[in-house]
Each structure stands twice: as structure tokens, then as C-alpha cells.
């Protein structure tokens, strides 16, 4: 039945935490981040989508959710790029068994068709940059900051209802603290005699102006990736202004070339290992504890949600280059300043080349894989 209410809206957040409470690697998001999502006065990706939550009931007791929802500029991307003309999505799938899963994703797929859509993609929870994807290997640990962990019986469940694999997304982990190999080390040190390359980090007394530069080389950068959607300026201010107090300067870099900006790479501190034990909520003492940890952040774990390098300097060894550099100092910050002795890359893109020869040439093992689902009409 579809959400319309606040007390459906709350059935809708509550029944995640129920259904993967005796899951010991799931992170339950802070509920108020949750609201926020389907709040369209707050999140600016309504200003471009169409969203309806649904949620499933037996004999009145809710047992499932899922989201049915059409991004517009998705619309308007190639369709060979995995969007495109008639590409609804689906999202924030959770089901107490395979006949509830198969109920809510006929329901949205009916939605999907009422609204003049001809395929089905996802999970995409809410949009391709939040938590695309599910989780079909690698879930044995905790997933870390802004990736999603699924009970492992989706996968049986989505693939009987019809679905076939569009994509699949890797994440990489590596430890960090002994440094890359002298291959690495020797094309850094070149790089770091190059008077035309500059890095620095970002500045947060002009953060929003540094956000805007690393968000407009993402949109280049990412603009023919599979599942590209360019991001507004609306919500560069939003993401700006949610992942503020998690920036770290000395963790996000921005490489410039002959004084132009033509690089970025972004690492965040793990927070899930902070959240996870206060089950989504910051009361009674969850806030002091959250509060603590980003004044005096130490953190074992870091994770590079994006980095991108300008399409015209893509496939050059300069691109490498930078990528590298980048990915070395920051990787010294983390360690010395953070307490840092793992990362993690991704999302990546299993077809993409020159992803994947970074992540294999610094010695980093794939550690979890998503799937991307696609359906017709």
C-alpha cells in the first residue's frame, strides 16, 4: 500500500530495523536521516524525481517496504548509459519473505507502469549516488560510510521475480599503513617534482566553494559513466552541507594543473563504526557520543566514496598520475593523523578499466560486490 502519511511514513522506517535486527553486520542508519529522504521540503532530488514509498501488511502487521520512484534527469540520459527514456527505479527493498518481496516489487513495477515507464531498474535507494545496489558477496563485515548491507536471501528473491543483472559495482579494501608498492611510490615522486601539479587540501572557510569545484569535475568527470546522473547545483549545496561535519581537509584533495582545477579525491572517516551502536537513534546519549567522535575523530577505517579526474586528461598517464599522488598523500594523512590502517574504493564499476588498474596496481582486493537489477515493463 502506498505511503502518504506521517504514521505510514514511520511503519515505512521502523519495519528495516525489525527485519535486520538479528543481523550483526547491518548498520542501522539514524532514523532522522531516513525521514529526511522522503521529506521533499529537504532532500533536493525531489526537485527533480518522483517518489512513492509503499509498504507491505499481513493480517495488519507491516512486513516489507520498497519505493517506486522515476529521477527525470535520468530520463534524459543515453540509454546506453543504463538510464534513458522509460528507466523507472525501485529502492529501500526489505522483505520478510519471498512471497512479501515478490508483492512489493509487483507493486512498484505496477506503479512504475501507471507513471508511462517501460523498465524497472535497481535497488536504488533513493538515487545512483546515494546507495545504489545490492549486496550479493561480502557479508561478513559491516559495510562502511554511505554503502548499504542486505540480507542475503534478496538476491533468490529479486532474480525469481523476473530480474537480470544490468551491473555490478565492486568496493576494494587495502591496508594502508605500510604504503603502496615502489611502482606507486616512484610515478608519486615524479609527479611531486612536476612544478605544473599543485595539490591542496580543501579549505572549510571557503567549503562551499570547494565543494562546487570537486562536485563540477564529478559531473565531467563521471558524464559518460554507466548510470550517470548529473547532480544540481541544489543538491551540490545539500551533500555540502550533510558531509561538512564529517570533512576532514586533509582527507579530501583537489589537484590543480597549471593553477586549474583538474582532480579530486574524496576520503571520509568511517562514522558507521560510531553509529552502528546507537540503532538509529541519537537519544538519550547517542549525540554526545556522535558529537565526541567528530571533534576528536580517530578512526581505524576510511573510505573513498569518489574521485575523479577531468574527461579531456582521462586515459593519459597524467591522469594516472594525479590519481596516484592523490591517493598516496592522503593515504599518509590517514595513517598519521587518523589512526588509519584500512581503506576502502568504491563504488566501481566492474567494466571500468582504469578504476580497476588503480585499485589492483596499489594491491587492494575486491571485498564487496553489488548488483544492479533490471526488469521490462
Given at each position: 500500500?502506498?505511503?502518504?502519511?506521517k504514521a505510514?511514513?514511520?511503519a515505512?522506517?521502523?519495519?528495516?530495523?525489525?527485519?535486520?535486527?538479528?543481523?550483526?553486520?547491518?548498520?542501522?542508519?539514524?532514523?532522522?536521516?531516513?525521514?529526511?529522504m522522503?521529506?521533499p521540503?529537504?532532500?533536493?532530488?525531489?526537485?527533480?524525481?518522483?517518489v512513492?514509498?509503499m509498504i507491505?501488511?499481513?493480517?495488519?502487521?507491516?512486513?516489507?517496504?520498497i519505493?517506486?520512484?522515476?529521477?527525470h534527469?535520468?530520463l534524459t540520459q543515453?540509454i546506453?548509459?543504463g538510464?534513458?527514456?522509460g528507466?523507472?527505479?525501485?529502492?529501500?527493498f526489505?522483505a520478510a519473505?519471498?512471497?512479501v518481496?515478490h508483492a512489493?516489487?509487483?507493486?512498484?513495477e505496477?506503479?512504475l507502469?501507471?507513471?508511462?515507464?517501460?523498465?524497472?531498474?535497481g535497488?536504488?535507494?533513493l538515487?545512483?549516488?546515494?546507495?545504489?545496489?545490492?549486496l550479493?558477496?561480502?557479508f561478513?563485515?559491516?559495510?562502511?560510510?554511505?554503502?548499504g548491507?542486505?540480507?542475503?536471501?534478496?538476491r533468490g528473491?529479486i532474480?525469481?521475480?523476473?530480474y537480470g543483472?544490468a551491473?555490478?559495482?565492486?568496493?576494494y579494501?587495502?591496508?594502508?599503513?605500510?604504503?603502496?608498492?615502489?611502482?606507486v611510490?616512484?610515478?608519486?615522486a615524479?609527479?611531486?617534482?612536476?612544478?605544473r601539479?599543485?595539490l591542496?587540501?580543501?579549505d572549510k572557510s571557503?567549503?562551499?566553494?570547494?565543494?562546487a569545484i570537486?562536485?563540477?569535475?564529478?559531473?565531467?568527470?563521471w558524464g559518460q559513466n554507466?548510470?550517470f546522473?548529473p547532480i544540481t547545483d541544489?543538491?551540490?549545496?545539500?551533500?555540502?552541507?550533510?558531509?561538512?561535519?564529517l570533512v576532514?581537509e586533509?582527507?579530501?584533495?583537489?589537484?590543480?594543473?597549471?593553477?586549474?582545477?583538474?582532480?579530486?579525491?574524496?576520503?571520509?572517516?568511517d562514522?558507521n563504526?560510531?553509529t552502528?551502536p546507537?540503532k538509529g537513534?541519537l537519544?538519550?546519549?547517542?549525540w554526545?557520543?556522535?558529537?565526541?567522535?567528530l571533534?576528536?575523530?580517530?578512526?581505524?577505517s576510511?573510505?573513498v566514496p569518489?574521485m575523479?579526474?577531468?574527461?579531456?586528461?582521462?586515459?593519459?598517464r597524467l591522469?594516472?598520475?594525479?590519481a596516484f599522488m592523490l591517493?598516496?598523500?592522503?593515504?599518509?594523512?590517514?595513517?598519521?593523523q587518523?589512526g588509519?590502517?584500512?581503506g576502502?574504493?568504491?563504488?566501481v564499476?566492474?567494466d571500468n578499466?582504469?578504476?580497476v588498474?588503480i585499485?589492483?596496481?596499489?594491491?587492494?582486493?575486491?571485498?564487496r560486490?553489488?548488483l544492479?537489477?533490471?526488469?521490462?515493463l
Open positions: 500500500m502506498p505511503v502518504h502519511d505510514g511514513l514511520k515505512f522506517i521502523d519495519i528495516a530495523y525489525e527485519l535486520n535486527a538479528s543481523d550483526p553486520n547491518w548498520v542501522a542508519p539514524l532514523r532522522q536521516e531516513v525521514a529526511e522522503f521529506n521540503a529537504k532532500n533536493p532530488f525531489y526537485g527533480h524525481a518522483t512513492q514509498p507491505a501488511r499481513r493480517d495488519g502487521k507491516v512486513v516489507g517496504r519505493s517506486a520512484h522515476i529521477d534527469l535520468a543515453p546506453e548509459q538510464m534513458g527514456p528507466t523507472g527505479n525501485f529502492g529501500m526489505e519473505d519471498e512471497s518481496a512489493l516489487l509487483a507493486a512498484a505496477q506503479w507502469r501507471d507513471q508511462g515507464m517501460t523498465r524497472a531498474l535497488p536504488l535507494s538515487s545512483i549516488w546515494d546507495e545504489p545496489g545490492l550479493t558477496a561480502g561478513d563485515t559491516p559495510p562502511m560510510v554511505m554503502m548491507h542486505h540480507n542475503r536471501a534478496y528473491w532474480e525469481a521475480a523476473g543483472v551491473k555490478k559495482l565492486l568496493t579494501e587495502l591496508p594502508i599503513v605500510d604504503g603502496f608498492p615502489p611502482l611510490q616512484r610515478i608519486v615524479s609527479g611531486r617534482r612536476n612544478e601539479i599543485r591542496r587540501k580543501v571557503r567549503f562551499d566553494e570547494d565543494a570537486i562536485l563540477a569535475i564529478l559531473n565531467d568527470a554507466w548510470g546522473v541544489a543538491e551540490i549545496a545539500y551533500i555540502g552541507k550533510k558531509l561538512r561535519p576532514r586533509d582527507l579530501i584533495m583537489i589537484a590543480e594543473y597549471d593553477g586549474r582545477p583538474v582532480a579530486f579525491l574524496m576520503t571520509l572517516p562514522i563504526a560510531v552502528a546507537l537513534s537519544f538519550p546519549f547517542g554526545a557520543k556522535l558529537l565526541w567522535w571533534r576528536h575523530c580517530r578512526s581505524p576510511v573510505r569518489l575523479g579526474v577531468l574527461t579531456e586528461l582521462q586515459n593519459s591522469a594516472a598520475q594525479l591517493i598516496e598523500t592522503i593515504r599518509v594523512e590517514a595513517v598519521g587518523y588509519a590502517v584500512r576502502e574504493l568504491g563504488w564499476l566492474e578499466q582504469g578504476m588498474a585499485a589492483d596496481t596499489i594491491n587492494s582486493k575486491v571485498n560486490e553489488y544492479i537489477y533490471e526488469k521490462a
